[in-house]
């Protein structure tokens, strides 16, 4: 009973990381969202105690846990691809590198 | 795109509404196996797409313990023998591990038929997923557990890449190129796992 319980709490606890990483990287993502709102029933319907004894009793707290997943891990890719991506310096970088300078433009 | 999973179709509206101006078709999974799921580009059938998954299993990479090193025996041991486990209770089969590669035998032609029925149950949509996400991980066994949530995604990946991550034990990492293929690897199995349970369940369906 107390692990059921555990878990419900951890399905919500899961879907309100979930709302803060979309804010982090949605600006429409709010009240109005339908994905917001769907959001909230899931957390709702998981408070039910109907629920805690469904089947597959971890199955909403494991989609939940596997979408957190997947944003989070996007987020974090992106990070990485910008922290580590390549790139060459611009002419100016380069001439700035010898101590030389480009030919100002009049323009 | 038609879907009939409204939160799959949430989902994917989601990962639209998270571009910058620069799209990055690429990192948006759930658009892209729907795309391949209704395209079919590859001229795929519920038959191409079991037998390919199939054909993981006798190369599986959880199902081959290595003897040379033994911190690497013990971590396999702890990590995927459970993996294993819970695939023979689901599905009555009797799939175990080999220390030898050239073991042909570690699932027998009964183990498979079972496999292969659990397989096709899922439709083709599901099929797409379940290719993905075995593709992925290269190994239908963490795949499979990923799928019915015994493991999240996390310790998937943890269970898919434990012979690099011990050898980084050893002799240290290559700090960008792993943390990327991790989480390359963590979006690809959560996305297919999520794609393969949207298509999968009956969900009320409700008028956008």
Redesign the interface.
Known sequence: MAEAAKKGLNAFATIKNIMSE?KK??K??TPNS??YQ?LVEQMRADQVTTRRYSK?A??SE??A???L???Q??R???T??E??KGGEKTVEESARLVGLKLPERKY | MILDSYPLALAIAEEWSSQDEHLQLGQMRLTGLAFTAQDNPLEQSADTISRKILDYVDGDTVLFFNTESSKLHRYQEENWAPLIRNLNTDLGTKVRASESILDCDVASAEDKSKIERWVRQHNFPALIGLQYATESVKSFVVAYNALRHHIDAETAIDAATLEQRTQAETWGSVEWAHGLEREELITRLSAASLFVYFNSNNFSTKEI
């Open positions: 979309l990287v949605d429409a993502f339908q994905q769907y597959a971890n199955e494991s989609v846990k596997l979408y997943s997947y944003i891990g996007t974090r890719l992106n990485l691809q922290r580590y």
